[in-house]
Nanobody, 130 residues
Framework: QVQVVESGGGLVQAGGSLRLSCTVS????????MGWIRQAPGKEREGVSC????????YYAASVKGRFTISRDNAKNTVSLQMNSLKAEDTAMYYC???????????????????????WGQGTQVTVSS
């Protein structure tokens, strides 16, 4: 069955950096878009960044554009999120997600209305302090 495991969260001061990593199994990895979704207490789930199966297109939420970079290695079934210039408002639980629909563009996670049709990881906590 599909398994999604993410890691790399932690405590960092504002202005610092973290790199999140995710490993996926049980999936035709290069046919599925991947992404990172976050949720902070009292806030809605937000698609932070996503990438198409082939890695040729990407999406970034306006709040993170220019600071975060998503990448994937299809030979290793992994996806990463490099987070630079972190801000307190980036504090959230971050989830690695695989799109259940094949062949969608890198913007697939830009709209998370309703219950997302995705495979979730267990989440990794990112806390940014000032």
């Amino acid at each position: 069955q599909v398994q999604v495991v993410e890691s790399g969260g932690g405590l960092v001061q504002a202005g610092g950096s973290l790199r999140l990593s995710c490993t996926v199994s049980g999936l035709s990895f290069d046919n599925h878009g991947m992404g990172w979704i976050r949720q902070a207490p009292g806030k809605e789930r937000e698609g932070v960044s996503c990438i198409s199966g082939g890695g040729d297109s990407t999406y970034y939420a306006a709040s993170v554009k220019g600071r975060f970079t998503i990448s994937r290695d299809n030979a290793k079934n992994t996806v990463s999120l490099q987070m630079n210039s972190l801000k307190a408002e980036d504090t959230a639980m971050y989830y690695c997600a695989a799109d259940r629909v094949l062949f969608r563009s890198g913007s697939w996670c830009s709209d998370l209305s309703g219950v997302p049709a995705i495979y979730w990881g267990q989440g990794t906590q990112v806390t940014v302090s000032s």
